[in-house]
């Protein structure tokens, strides 16, 4: 099913006191491409979860992320993820374990953005200043608009790429 108002893809798996229940699927346009590759929401959201755990054994949980197709970058396009991290116990992570994280996301992207905290709240700002309405607001999971890319390049407190090949 469709959700009109949101853009959400949404199934009815089950009913209570006949009214539907429904599971969310996944939202509208969430998906990145650059050529012929394709990344859809759940293969996006298991590339993040796997590179999270990664990082709880020092005490770090991720906020919030959203990802963009950077199709001019050369030679064929990457992907960009920006996430948004909390350290409960204020232990640094080692630059070894970040770029461990780039190589288990990077069968689906290609970089990874650490952005300052705040961030998301700044995008959110940025869209209710542009008319949406705060009752619907939800963080996007991918950007396509310049401004809000330029908006998220702003917050970024570090970059890291995989240091070497993916598992093939």
């Known amino acids: 099913m469709y959700a009109p108002q949101s853009g959400d893809v949404l199934r009815a798996d089950a009913f209570r006191h006949r009214s539907p229940q429904f599971q969310f699927v996944h939202g509208n346009n969430v998906l990145l491409s650059i050529d012929v590759d394709k990344?859809?929401?759940p293969e996006l959201h298991a590339a993040v979860s796997a590179a999270a755990r990664k990082l709880e054994r020092f005490g770090v949980s991720l906020l919030e992320y959203t990802?963009?197709?950077?199709?001019?970058?050369?030679?064929?396009?990457?992907y960009v993820l920006y996430c948004e991290l909390s350290s409960a116990g204020g232990m640094a992570v080692p630059t070894s374990s970040l770029?461990?994280?780039?190589?288990?996301?990077?069968e689906s992207l290609n970089s990874i953005c650490l952005i300052a905290?705040?961030?998301f709240d700044a995008l959110m700002d940025d869209a209710l200043s542009r008319g949406a309405s705060v009752n619907h607001y939800k963080s996007p999971q991918c950007v396509s608009s310049k401004t809000?890319?330029?908006?998220?390049?702003?917050?970024v407190n570090a970059r890291y790429v995989s240091p070497r090949c993916p598992k093939q």
Do not use: N, Q
């Open 39 to 41: 990344t859809d929401e």
């Open 67 to 78: 990802s963009w197709a950077d199709a001019a970058a050369v030679p064929a396009g990457r």
């Open 99 to 106: 770029e461990d994280c780039c190589i288990s996301v990077e």
């Open 117 to 119: 905290s705040g961030t």
């Open 148 to 155: 809000k890319v330029e908006l998220l390049d702003g917050w």
